[in-house]
């Protein structure tokens, strides 16, 4: 449907000035509503289209998202392991509409191989519930929680809280360590949330690529994020993230 995974990284680079490539680990037959098919790419071809663009291009920044498998991640992992980008791991287990992207056996390997080797990584609460085996409902478990993903992965992390129950704010926990950052915007109901998690990490990973910070990265992916909603459009059945707001420009 364009709105989210691969398609909307792309476009959320256009938006953000920088040249975006591409490796696809699977394709989905999927809109707002919903996931009705998944096709797993070979892990062969997978490292093809990894190695065709970092043998090629310049490459500054690199964010993973759909990996689904045990194999497409130890093979991901084994190849971006031992380089020098800056490294956006956005853990994609379950699409917003409830539709598993992450084999069970693969959790494991994210846990282990991907995300130790990140810059950052992006986990929003049901993702940080299942890597930590602890349930994260307020705004105070968030911070806990926050700290606990830091100090299991040993990586820095952005707790994304816009599934936060009975919130008027979309509240985000940034920690690496040492600075806890807490991110705040307005929680704007009547939208679809359909890809906001890819666009979030694209926004930030395009940041890192222009050689900003981590918190600047984030701060202005967050505010990016932001206005991507509220100047959502009505396509097809419901509102749709806007990729190109105009206040951004």
Same mark, same amino acid.
């Given at each position: 449907?364009?709105?989210?995974?691969?398609?909307?990284?792309?476009? !959320?680079?256009?938006?953000?000035?920088?040249?975006? !490539?591409?490796?696809?680990?699977?394709?989905?037959?999927?809109?707002?509503?919903?996931?009705?098919?998944?096709?797993?790419?070979?892990?062969?071809?997978?490292?093809?289209?990894?190695?065709a663009?970092?043998?090629? *291009?310049?490459?500054?920044?690199?964010?993973?998202?759909?990996?689904?498998?045990?194999?497409?991640?130890?093979?991901?992992?084994?190849?971006?392991?031992?380089k020098?980008?800056?490294?956006?791991?956005?853990?994609?287990?379950?699409?917003?509409?409830?539709?598993?992207?992450?084999?069970?056996?693969?959790?494991?390997? #994210?846990?282990?191989? $991907? /995300? +130790?080797?990140?810059?950052?990584?992006? +986990?929003?609460?049901?993702?940080a519930?299942?890597? /930590?085996?602890?349930? #994260? @409902?307020?705004?105070?478990?968030?911070?806990?929680?926050?700290?606990?993903?830091?100090? !299991?992965?040993?990586? +820095?992390?952005?707790?994304?809280?816009?599934?936060?129950?009975?919130?008027?704010?979309?509240?985000?926990?940034?920690?690496?360590? &040492?600075?806890?950052? +807490?991110?705040? @915007?307005? *929680?704007? &109901?009547?939208?679809?949330?359909?890809?906001?998690?890819?666009?979030?990490?694209a926004?930030?990973?395009?940041?890192?690529?222009?050689?900003?910070?981590l918190?600047?990265?984030?701060?202005?992916?967050?505010?990016? /994020? *932001?206005?991507?909603?509220?100047?959502?459009?009505?396509?097809?059945?419901?509102?749709? $993230?806007?990729?190109?707001? /105009?206040?951004? &420009?």
């Open positions: 449907g364009g709105g989210a995974g691969i398609q909307a990284d792309l476009k !959320t680079f256009l938006t953000h000035s920088v040249f975006g !490539t591409s490796a696809i680990t699977c394709i989905t037959a999927q809109n707002p509503s919903g996931v009705t098919g998944i096709l797993e790419i070979s892990t062969e071809l997978v490292e093809k289209q990894i190695l663009v970092t043998d090629y *291009f310049p490459v500054a920044a690199i964010k993973t998202g759909m990996l689904f498998s045990n194999e497409i991640i130890e093979i991901v992992s084994t190849i971006l392991k031992n020098s980008y800056k490294l956006v791991v956005d853990p994609v287990m379950v699409a917003t509409s409830g539709a598993k992207l992450l084999k069970d056996d693969a959790i494991d390997s #994210i846990k282990k191989k $991907l /995300i +130790p080797i990140s810059t950052l990584f992006t +986990p929003n609460l049901d993702e519930s299942i890597l /930590i085996n602890q349930k #994260i @409902s307020t705004e105070g478990q968030m911070q806990d929680g926050a700290r606990k993903l830091f100090d !299991t992965f040993g990586v +820095p992390v952005l707790l994304k809280g816009g599934h936060l129950m009975n919130s008027d704010y979309a509240i985000d926990i940034f920690y690496d360590g &040492k600075t806890l950052y +807490p991110l705040s @915007s307005k *929680f704007l &109901k009547e939208f679809n949330p359909h890809g906001t998690g890819c666009t979030y990490s926004a930030i990973t395009s940041n890192l690529a222009k050689g900003l910070n918190i600047e990265s984030i701060s202005l992916a967050k505010y990016y /994020i *932001f206005e991507a909603i509220s100047q959502s459009y009505t396509i097809g059945k419901t509102t749709t $993230l806007n990729h190109n707001p /105009i206040t951004i &420009k």
